[in-house]
T-cell receptor, first 114, second 113 residues
Framework: DAGVTQSPTHLIKTRGQHVTLRCSPI?????VSWYQQVLGQGPQFIFQ???????GRGNFPDRFSARQFPNYSSELNVNALLLGDSALYLC?????????????FGQGTRLTVV | KQEVTQIPAALSVPEGENLVLNCSFT??????LQWFRQDPGKGLTSLLL?????REQTSGRLNASLDKSSGRSTLYIAASQPGDSATYLC????????????FGKGTRLSVIA
């Protein structure tokens, strides 16, 4: 079985642009979470979706948005990019919702904003 | 607010040595604790998941313990190998509502051949 897949693996954007990151969960998993990891820090929670509904949101500005599709894949959108948005964006899938389930992570998308 | 601390931030050991990585958390109200491995620039690989009712979990050369009341977990790596070199992250899942994983900053391990 394929693990969590994320695309693209790397991308470079200019300040003010918009970016869309994509994630496909493990087959059978219905929950997808997004995390941002800046260099030297642990991942910080951005969003969680379960059964196509937003179930949790971290302390990120409204420039960040996400959605989950009927096949449980997910997109993370970031508008009006800032230099500080440069980070590794990680997607995690789990069988059920947030509560007490093991999370499996993808390889991440490295976003560089110049 | 739950906070997770990992000590040391970096560790360098010779091959073959047994080692212990430490993780502490401020609020003992958790569902579980998970240890991850992260290679440079890569995603996270789940190593061990310990439920709040468990004391330890083992996988191969890895053993993780959990003392929920004192807010501590350790990851023991036996007979370390150069391939173990990576950053090891500890994360807890608070048991208050729909709360996601809270991560420490990790311990960067280097195993020298």
């Amino acid at each position: 079985d394929a693990g969590v897949t994320q695309s693209p693996t790397h991308l470079i954007k200019t300040r003010g642009q918009h970016v869309t990151l994509r994630c496909s969960p493990i087959s059978g998993h219905k929950s997808v979470s997004w995390y941002q990891q800046v260099l030297g820090q642990g991942p910080q929670f951005i969003f969680q979706y379960y059964e196509k509904e937003e179930r949790g949101r971290g302390n990120f500005p409204d420039r960040f948005s996400a959605r989950q599709f009927p096949n449980y894949s997910s997109e993370l959108n970031v508008n009006a990019l800032l230099l500080g948005d440069s980070a590794l964006y990680l997607c995690a899938s789990s069988l059920r919702g947030i509560v007490n389930t093991e999370a499996f992570f993808g390889q991440g998308t490295r976003l560089t904003v110049v | 607010k739950q906070e997770v601390t990992q000590i040391p931030a970096a560790l360098s050991v010779p091959e073959g040595e047994n080692l212990v990585l430490n993780c502490s958390f401020t609020d003992s109200a958790i569902y579980n604790l998970q240890w991850f491995r992260q290679d440079p620039g890569k995603g996270l690989t789940s190593l061990l998941l310990i439920q709040s009712s468990q004391r330890e979990q083992t996988s191969g050369r890895l053993n993780a313990s959990l003392d929920k009341s004192s807010g501590r977990s350790t990851l023991y790596i036996a007979a370390s190998q150069p391939g173990d070199s990576a950053t090891y992250l500890c994360a807890v899942q608070p048991d208050s509502g729909n709360t996601p994983l809270v991560f420490g900053k990790g311990t960067r391990l280097s195993v020298i051949a």
